[in-house]
């Protein structure tokens, strides 16, 4: 590696120089970056730029499947830091080629971390789509991604002078600064590397002899019957990426998540069954009497409507008890909008794109989105639409750049701000007897486009946080994004698409006794082939046809309702009609939200009993002092999610007192200490290569001779490997390794 012309002084991060203006790298801050102004390294090289989007796109495929399953994702941007250092220190070795510096390094976890930003924006909002009664298309998921992405990115860079620079002291960023230490730590010669890479195989492996060769059991499930209830039972399954993403969210939000567990499936579920199979009719909303129902009826029919009125509540509280930082944070940011160009001569580490650049750019964005938006609704409505992007967009990814800030990207509730923005714009919607199903597509476009923003917004402050401590130029930190963001998007359309299909189960079983008139067998104009008939698709709603289950379904020429289509996503049949469980489904907790919300208001079919049940548990919640949004998701997500995440909590609470390292320490040195230790590393390969695993084995679905082939479960079974235990035996060397690693000192990660 070129020496810089100034060696850099080895130093945490966070160390703070006297203040001084100018010389050796400093600012008025008193901040002196670890390469100095003047040092001139290779930074923005197409290596480093190529490494960011391929890292970028793969931890995208990995975050999308987390949020599909649980709701949640954590930041990438450590992650992909580690495994440039790794990857480039390995080509260099087996190669010959010139080591990779730091700046570099920075640019490829710039790049990387877009992919993780707009997947969770994506998997929030657009399965919504089949919610109400549309089918998703890679053409407008994409188009979405990069339009909510790029603004994201535009929207944040005229604030970077406000939030990184001049209130360096009063936001820590403490993933972002976590990060940079990694980089410097890597610059000096340590490297965690093997860390991630480690908990990656052994995750993968256990992930693939589960859901690939069906060798292992993956739920493991205790029965409360016989002492409590037909229903209740403690379930978890054994996924190494939830006990990962536990163990980095920490103590206090995994046990909040798993109290939402208990009180869902073993409060509010039993008490359901205890009342309900008395009576001997119908409880609306559910279509058949409750003692004739299960778990899972249960859990579709009544809990999910109590827990999307939890999620709503909790959004709207957080969004009302960060009022005044929201205008504090808008105040600071309008005032600071003019002096984050670039204009005039600057140091190389003040370096913004031009405010022309970030202006133009913002417009055309806005103005394609309207030209877009205009195909499906009138001129008007699509300047509406685009007019609330902008303001949503830029109060939310001014906020989302503030939290970060202050608490973290993986911690950063972007899904309140989506359910606040979506909940506004129904409201205007309702307003204006805007009710159409275009109509309720326009506002769920509404609301992903800013949800993406405000969260690659958050995730784009995190980088340049970094970059400002590394000494990085921040106008190619910029563009790295923006490179990392445009390929992440074109490609998670597909990777969601892939996702659904996969899952996706075509079923003869429970279908509506419905004849369709000929005037609405005649209103189908979708056509689908399935087993060699042809149908005409139907896709009813429940304010239409109140006793069918809203759903997709191929219609015969008798009229009558042939197939159910069940997505993966958002779905509700577990099996296929020959008995085989279908592993790749997910229950998208946050998305059924968006869906329940537009469709509720809109429609004016919302169940408000258990929506506002659901909302006083957040009130509740909030009364004990204690934020409810984690509980929330908590009581949407089946348990059997949230067990292996309060098990990686509770790891990390007692590696953190047996290490003396306080996880949830406010003290910026603790927080990066605790971001950057060997067991947050090894949770990090658990999750990346227990979802990537699962992405992995998804392609089986599309070769049914390969997946039988490979299923082991016909040999082994009824030998000790097809025993509960022996699954459990392994996940449990997954836990002991992660507390062995993780209660290894501070100061191993660095060797």
Same mark, same amino acid.
């Given at each position: 590696?070129?020496?810089?012309?100034?060696?850099?002084?080895?130093?945490?991060?966070?160390?703070?120089?006297?203040?001084?203006?100018?010389?050796?790298?400093?600012?008025? @801050? $008193? !901040?002196?970056?670890y390469i100095p102004d003047e040092a001139k390294l290779p930074e923005f090289t197409w290596t480093a730029v190529i490494l960011g989007a391929v890292l970028g796109i793969v931890f995208g495929a990995s975050s999308l499947y987390l949020v599909l399953k649980v709701g949640?994702? !954590?930041?990438?941007?450590?992650p992909v830091a580690v495994m440039s250092i790794t990857l480039f220190r390995g080509f260099s070795k087996a190669f010959g080629l010139r080591p990779a510096t730091i700046l570099e390094n920075n640019i490829v976890q710039t790049a990387g971390s877009a992919g993780e930003s707009i997947a969770f924006g994506v998997g929030v909002t657009m399965p919504a789509l089949m919610l109400l009664g549309f089918d998703m298309t890679i053409q407008r998921v994409m188009v979405v991604s990069i339009l909510g992405g790029l603004l994201g990115i535009l929207m944040m860079i005229p604030l970077r002078r406000a939030f990184i620079v001049r209130m360096h002291r009063e936001l820590r960023y403490p993933e972002g600064t976590a990060c940079a230490e990694v980089l410097i730590s890597g610059d000096q010669g340590g490297s965690s590397g093997r860390l991630v890479f480690l908990g990656f195989f052994l995750a993968a492996i256990q992930k693939v002899f589960t859901d690939?060769?069906?060798?292992?059991?993956?739920?493991?499930? %205790? &029965?409360?019957?016989?002492?409590?209830?037909r229903l209740a039972s403690l379930t978890s399954d054994m996924a190494p990426e939830l006990l990962g993403v536990g163990y980095i969210i920490g103590m206090k939000t995994s046990s909040l998540m798993m109290a939402g567990a208990v009180i869902g499936n073993l409060v509010i579920v039993p008490a359901i069954s205890i009342f309900g199979d008395t009576v001997p009719g119908l409880i609306s909303p559910g279509m058949k009497p409750i003692s004739q129902?299960?778990?899972? =009826?249960?859990?579709?029919? +009544?809990?999910? +409507?109590? #827990?999307?009125?939890?999620?709503?509540? *909790?959004?709207?509280?957080?969004m009302f008890r960060t009022m005044p930082m929201i205008i504090r944070s808008a105040t600071t940011g309008l005032r600071g909008f003019g002096s984050g160009s670039g204009g005039g001569r600057r140091k190389r580490t003040e370096r913004d794109m031009s405010l022309t650049t !970030?202006? !133009?750019? &913002?417009?055309?964005?806005? %103005?394609?989105?309207? #030209?877009?938006?205009?195909?499906?609704?009138?001129i008007w409505a699509a300047a509406l639409g685009a007019a609330l992007v902008l303001g949503f967009g830029f109060l939310f990814v001014t906020v989302s750049s503030r939290l970060t800030g202050e608490i973290g990207s993986s911690s950063n509730p972007i899904s309140g701000m989506t359910v606040a923005t979506l909940s506004l714009t129904c409201l205007i919607f309702l307003a204006l007897k805007m009710t159409s199903p275009t109509d309720r597509v326009l506002a769920l476009s509404i609301a992903a486009v800013v949800c993406i923003a405000a969260s690659n917004g958050g995730t784009t402050s995190q980088d340049l946080k970094t970059g400002f401590l590394v000494g990085a130029t921040p106008y190619w930190q910029q563009w790295a994004i923006i490179v990392g963001a445009l390929t992440s998007a074109v490609v998670i359309g597909g990777t969601l698409l892939l996702f659904n299909t996969?899952? @996706?189960? +075509? &079923?003869?079983?429970?279908?509506?006794?419905? %004849?369709?008139?000929?005037q609405q067998y005649d209103a189908l104009t979708q056509h689908a082939t399935y087993d060699g008939h042809d149908y005409r698709v139907w896709q009813p709603t429940r304010s239409v046809y109140p006793n069918v289950t809203p759903g997709k379904y191929y219609v015969d020429e008798y009229h009558r309702p042939a197939v159910l289509v069940d997505p993966a996503i958002t779905g509700r049949l577990k099996t296929r009609d020959n008995g085989e469980e279908v592993k790749m489904k997910f229950d998208a907790p946050k998305t059924q939200v968006m869906g329940i919300i537009i469709n509720g208001v809109l429609e004016r079919t919302l169940n408000w009993g258990l929506v506002l049940v659901g909302a006083m548990l957040a009130v509740g919640i909030e009364l004990c002092g204690t934020s409810s949004l984690a509980f929330a998701v908590g009581v949407y997500i089946p348990m059997q999610y949230t067990s292996p995440?309060?098990? #990686?909590?509770?790891?990390?609470?007692? %590696?953190?007192?047996?290490?003396?390292?306080?996880?949830?320490?406010?003290?910026?040195?603790?927080?990066?200490?605790? =971001?950057?230790?060997?067991?947050?590393?090894?949770?990090? #390969? +658990?999750? *990346? $290569?227990?979802?990537? *695993?699962?992405?992995?084995v998804t392609f089986l679905e599309f070769s049914q001779t390969l997946k039988e082939k490979l299923d082991f479960h016909k040999q082994v079974a009824g030998t000790f490997i097809d025993r509960e235990w022996f699954a459990l035996i392994i996940f449990g060397i997954l836990i002991a390794v992660l507390i062995f690693i993780g209660s290894r000192s501070t100061e191993n990660k660095r060797r």
């Amino acid at each position: 590696m070129p020496a810089p012309e100034q060696p850099p002084i080895k130093r945490r991060p966070d160390d703070r120089p006297p203040a001084r203006a100018g010389g050796n790298g400093g600012d008025a @801050t $008193g !901040v002196k970056p670890y390469i100095p102004d003047e040092a001139k390294l290779p930074e923005f090289t197409w290596t480093a730029v190529i490494l960011g989007a391929v890292l970028g796109i793969v931890f995208g495929a990995s975050s999308l499947y987390l949020v599909l399953k649980v709701g949640m994702t !954590v930041s990438a941007s450590i992650p992909v830091a580690v495994m440039s250092i790794t990857l480039f220190r390995g080509f260099s070795k087996a190669f010959g080629l010139r080591p990779a510096t730091i700046l570099e390094n920075n640019i490829v976890q710039t790049a990387g971390s877009a992919g993780e930003s707009i997947a969770f924006g994506v998997g929030v909002t657009m399965p919504a789509l089949m919610l109400l009664g549309f089918d998703m298309t890679i053409q407008r998921v994409m188009v979405v991604s990069i339009l909510g992405g790029l603004l994201g990115i535009l929207m944040m860079i005229p604030l970077r002078r406000a939030f990184i620079v001049r209130m360096h002291r009063e936001l820590r960023y403490p993933e972002g600064t976590a990060c940079a230490e990694v980089l410097i730590s890597g610059d000096q010669g340590g490297s965690s590397g093997r860390l991630v890479f480690l908990g990656f195989f052994l995750a993968a492996i256990q992930k693939v002899f589960t859901d690939g060769f069906n060798m292992l059991q993956e739920t493991l499930s %205790v &029965s409360l019957s016989d002492r409590f209830n037909r229903l209740a039972s403690l379930t978890s399954d054994m996924a190494p990426e939830l006990l990962g993403v536990g163990y980095i969210i920490g103590m206090k939000t995994s046990s909040l998540m798993m109290a939402g567990a208990v009180i869902g499936n073993l409060v509010i579920v039993p008490a359901i069954s205890i009342f309900g199979d008395t009576v001997p009719g119908l409880i609306s909303p559910g279509m058949k009497p409750i003692s004739q129902m299960d778990l899972s =009826e249960i859990q579709a029919n +009544y809990l999910r +409507y109590i #827990g999307a009125g939890c999620v709503t509540a *909790a959004g709207i509280i957080s969004m009302f008890r960060t009022m005044p930082m929201i205008i504090r944070s808008a105040t600071t940011g309008l005032r600071g909008f003019g002096s984050g160009s670039g204009g005039g001569r600057r140091k190389r580490t003040e370096r913004d794109m031009s405010l022309t650049t !970030v202006m !133009v750019g &913002s417009l055309v964005l806005l %103005v394609i989105l309207a #030209g877009i938006l205009m195909t499906e609704v009138p001129i008007w409505a699509a300047a509406l639409g685009a007019a609330l992007v902008l303001g949503f967009g830029f109060l939310f990814v001014t906020v989302s750049s503030r939290l970060t800030g202050e608490i973290g990207s993986s911690s950063n509730p972007i899904s309140g701000m989506t359910v606040a923005t979506l909940s506004l714009t129904c409201l205007i919607f309702l307003a204006l007897k805007m009710t159409s199903p275009t109509d309720r597509v326009l506002a769920l476009s509404i609301a992903a486009v800013v949800c993406i923003a405000a969260s690659n917004g958050g995730t784009t402050s995190q980088d340049l946080k970094t970059g400002f401590l590394v000494g990085a130029t921040p106008y190619w930190q910029q563009w790295a994004i923006i490179v990392g963001a445009l390929t992440s998007a074109v490609v998670i359309g597909g990777t969601l698409l892939l996702f659904n299909t996969a899952g @996706t189960v +075509y &079923s003869r079983r429970d279908l509506p006794q419905v %004849v369709l008139s000929p005037q609405q067998y005649d209103a189908l104009t979708q056509h689908a082939t399935y087993d060699g008939h042809d149908y005409r698709v139907w896709q009813p709603t429940r304010s239409v046809y109140p006793n069918v289950t809203p759903g997709k379904y191929y219609v015969d020429e008798y009229h009558r309702p042939a197939v159910l289509v069940d997505p993966a996503i958002t779905g509700r049949l577990k099996t296929r009609d020959n008995g085989e469980e279908v592993k790749m489904k997910f229950d998208a907790p946050k998305t059924q939200v968006m869906g329940i919300i537009i469709n509720g208001v809109l429609e004016r079919t919302l169940n408000w009993g258990l929506v506002l049940v659901g909302a006083m548990l957040a009130v509740g919640i909030e009364l004990c002092g204690t934020s409810s949004l984690a509980f929330a998701v908590g009581v949407y997500i089946p348990m059997q999610y949230t067990s292996p995440i309060f098990m #990686g909590g509770l790891i990390a609470w007692l %590696v953190g007192v047996w290490s003396g390292r306080g996880k949830n320490s406010d003290d910026a040195t603790a927080i990066a200490d605790a =971001e950057t230790s060997p067991g947050t590393l090894l949770a990090s #390969g +658990y999750i *990346a $290569g227990g979802t990537l *695993a699962a992405v992995a084995v998804t392609f089986l679905e599309f070769s049914q001779t390969l997946k039988e082939k490979l299923d082991f479960h016909k040999q082994v079974a009824g030998t000790f490997i097809d025993r509960e235990w022996f699954a459990l035996i392994i996940f449990g060397i997954l836990i002991a390794v992660l507390i062995f690693i993780g209660s290894r000192s501070t100061e191993n990660k660095r060797r």
